[in-house]
């Protein structure tokens, strides 16, 4: 089974709308954590935001909020008032564990974002 | 600046010349990693390495050879490059559980 699963290969959302950009993951290890990157086409991988598996409070980064349903195993991520800037492919990624050995990321596949003006 | 570095950052070569993609970070990260990025399938772990001197696979090892003799590099070498190792490769460094730090990416491509 995929660990990390991203069902939306493309997405399009109106310039200041919000968007949710949908993840779910599995895994059996109560410690782990989540992670978001942006990948703009010039290529770079951008950290956007990360949900660890004890936080009370879902994460919030500026216009990036993590949506963690910790029961469903989804972890969702919403833009706010979306930009032209804001068109890139986005990553979920997962580390599974704490401290040493934990240092494995697993990628879903991604989801392409396209703001239309 | 803190950053991950890597070079080159695109290369065109030939099945079986041997080739180096050099990282290197300046954060004292002990955690680095090795990924290639195909379309559909995401980023995929070639190899990491906790520390200097210890290494192992990843996910997608095969084909590729690492080294880490000093905290700061990792390079990545392709001893004899095939065409289904041109790919978009990015290097990673982090300490503990904090986020990845990514270079900007190396395209190869092999003829």
């Known amino acids: 089974a995929q660990k990390i699963t991203q069902t939306q290969p493309g997405m399009f959302v109106q310039e200041k709308e919000a968007v949710t950009l949908d993840c779910t993951y599995d895994t059996s290890d109560p410690s782990y954590g989540l992670f978001w990157y942006k990948q703009p086409s010039s290529g770079e991988m951008i950290f956007l935001i990360y949900?660890?598996?004890?936080?009370?409070q879902n994460a919030t980064e500026g216009r990036y909020s993590l949506n963690f349903q910790k029961a469903r195993k989804s972890a969702n991520l919403v833009i706010s008032a979306s930009q032209l800037g804001d068109s890139a492919m986005y990553f979920c990624?997962?580390?599974?564990?704490?401290?040493?050995?934990?240092?494995?990321?697993?990628f879903g596949k991604g989801t392409k974002l396209s703001v239309i003006p | 600046e803190a950053q991950v570095t890597q070079n080159p950052r695109y290369l065109i070569t030939v099945t079986g010349k041997k080739l180096t993609v050099t990282c290197s970070q300046n954060m004292n990260h002990e955690y680095m990693s090795w990924y290639r990025q195909d379309p559909g399938l995401g980023l995929r772990q070639i190899y990491y390495s906790m520390n200097v001197e210890v290494t192992d696979k990843g996910d997608v090892p095969e084909g590729y050879k690492v080294s880490r003799k000093e905290k700061r590099n990792f390079p990545l070498i392709l001893e004899s490059p095939s065409p289904n190792q041109t790919s978009l490769y990015f290097c990673?460094?982090?300490?503990?559980?904090?986020?990845?730090?990514f270079g900007d990416g190396t395209r190869l491509s092999i003829l």
């Open positions: 990673a460094s982090k300490r503990g559980d904090q986020p990845q730090h």
């Open positions: 949900q660890g598996s004890y936080d009370q």
């Open positions: 990624a997962m580390r599974e564990g704490h401290g040493a050995g934990s240092y494995q990321l697993t």
